[in-house]
């Protein structure tokens, strides 16, 4: 059936070649269409498409999401409960059950393994009242998301994952006004909370014979230009997992307000983390996250700095925070409009 560009639905598929207007092929009969086909089309001023009548079965993967959203959430909530009970345990006795940690990660993980739209993810986690237990899952989890990216093996996946979900854990040891602080710490109390990576290697150690999982809660604060901590090791001296979930944990960490800061937007996140993979951060796993998350933004809703709401289009592999918009029944490259600039995305 003949249907204009601007009402192609995620999975429909061309009955016909198309050609632009210069005769040009621009895509084969049996593509199925999703948004980089759509924007694909509107770049080539192709008003109209042939596609196969669509099924009316393609109503079951939008109650399969419902469903996956409604164990994702489940599995996500049960395993914070049992990250509370692993911290607490390691709070009042200075060690952990390392069998507890595998229980609770293990199906939060298979869960995780049917839907790599981790912007969607991220939204979701980050409407939640942040904490200890809430931000140690979320950098365990977007941990997890940059090693499957870099090309690890399930196996270090499932490590680097560990890594990040127990980084924190030495701020059991922390005293409690500093965990939920509220003002910027400075002095004694600032030195106070970074000890947390040296506690955190210490009952790493007791808990479970790891030395890699440890060594990533000690140096999950430093960083590649030497100005981190505790050691003020550089780029070569950090462990390759530590630089992952180093990355993991400076993007929840900005993404969670502070104080009289309110939460900033993931896409100006990404941006501040983009530019500390110039020096500061593992510039690969920047790269990765950055790579790999943007796609997910396709089909989201933004802000403007115009005031308008625009839906992202298309990502620009050029200008990757310089996206093609749809506002209305209009279309509008961000990397030509320089004036225009993204300012909050949402579901």
């Known amino acids: 059936m003949k249907t204009h560009v601007m009402e192609l639905q995620e999975g429909d598929r061309l009955k016909e070649d198309v050609f632009n207007r210069a005769g040009l092929h621009v895509l084969p009969k049996g593509t199925s269409i999703h948004t980089e086909e759509i924007a694909l089309l509107i770049r080539q001023s192709i008003d109209y498409v042939d596609i196969d009548l669509r099924e009316h079965l393609m109503d079951k993967p939008e109650v399969e999401d419902v469903d996956f959203g409604q164990r994702l959430r489940d599995n996500f909530d049960s395993t914070l ?6 911290f607490l345990e390691a709070l009042t006795t200075g060690k ?13 993980l298979e869960v995780l393994d049917r839907n790599r739209d981790v912007v969607s993810l991220l939204i979701a986690f980050t409407e939640d009242d942040v904490n200890v237990y809430n931000h140690s899952l979320q950098v365990g989890l977007l941990s ?3 090693a499957i990216w870099l090309g690890y093996s399930s196996e270090e996946c499932y490590e680097i994952s560990k890594a990040g979900y127990l980084h924190d854990i030495g701020k059991s040891q922390v005293r409690q006004s500093l965990r939920n602080r509220e003002h910027e710490l400075v002095g004694e109390e600032l030195e106070e909370l970074k ?8 009952i790493i150690h007791k808990s479970m014979n790891e030395e890699t999982t440890a060594l990533v809660a000690l140096q999950h604060h430093e960083r590649e230009d ?14 390759p997992y530590a630089s992952i979930v180093a990355v993991a944990n400076a993007y929840v960490d900005l993404t969670a307000p502070e104080g009289s800061r309110s939460r900033q937007d993931l896409l100006t996140v990404l941006r501040k983390i983009y530019e500390l993979g110039f020096g500061v951060l593992n510039e690969k796993a920047v790269q990765a996250l950055a790579h790999n998350l943007l796609p997910n933004f396709i089909g989201k809703k ?3 700095s115009t005031g308008e ?9 050029m200008d990757i925070f310089k996206p093609l918009v749809r506002i209305d029944d209009r279309f509008v490259d961000l990397s030509k409009e320089r004036t225009i600039s993204l300012e909050q995305v949402f579901m």
């Open 81 to 86: 409960k049992g990250f509370q009970s692993i």
């Open 96 to 108: 952990f059950n390392q069998t507890m940690v595998d229980q609770q990660l293990v199906p939060m």
């Open 144 to 146: 997890y998301y940059i």
């Open 195 to 202: 000890r947390h990576t040296t506690y955190g290697y210490e």
């Open 226 to 239: 030497g100005s981190g901590y505790p050691e003020g090791l550089k780029k070569e001296e950090i462990h």
């Open 302 to 304: 933004a802000h403007l």
């Open 309 to 317: 709401t625009a839906t992202i289009v298309w990502n620009n592999p």
